[in-house]
């Protein structure tokens, strides 16, 4: 049974950073795309980061950013430790939102998935509060 457990959110200031934790458990890594999703109070779940794993070239990720968080925000994966990250540069307060890990077998891995119906497995979530 795949699992998937965040850490690493808490209360920041503006322009502080995190680095968010994707924990998976229950299958390895060949073929998988992961990404992050954060939804705020109210407000319909957003897609953040994505990343990806060529098949061919096991060194090569591909990552896809949204654009609010172009430049500040850096998605990677650790396969030895089955876990994906999100390093969290230059906090805004719209930030703020409980971020998801989410994770998809089988599907490209030139191009990971942007929409949170395109993923299997959800963690859920970690709590990300960005001051002003």
């Known amino acids: 049974q795949v699992q998937l457990v965040e850490s690493g959110g808490g209360l920041v200031q503006t322009g502080e950073s995190l680095r968010l934790s994707c924990a998976a458990s229950?299958?390895?890594?060949?073929?998988?795309?992961m990404g992050w999703f954060r939804q705020a109070p109210g407000k319909e779940r957003e897609f953040v980061a994505a990343?990806?794993?060529?098949?061919?070239?096991?060194?090569?990720?591909?990552?896809e950013y949204a654009d609010s968080v172009k430049g500040r925000f850096t998605i990677s994966m650790d396969n030895g430790k089955n876990t994906m990250y999100l390093q969290m540069n230059n906090l805004k307060p719209e930030d703020t939102a409980v971020y998801l890990c989410a994770a998809v077998w089988g599907g490209s891995t030139r191009y990971p998935p942007l929409k949170s119906n395109e993923y299997n497995y959800w963690g859920r979530g970690t709590q990300v509060t960005v001051s002003s």
């Open positions: 229950g299958r390895t890594f060949s073929g998988i795309a």
């Open positions: 990343i990806s794993r060529s098949a061919s070239a096991l060194n090569t990720y591909y990552a």
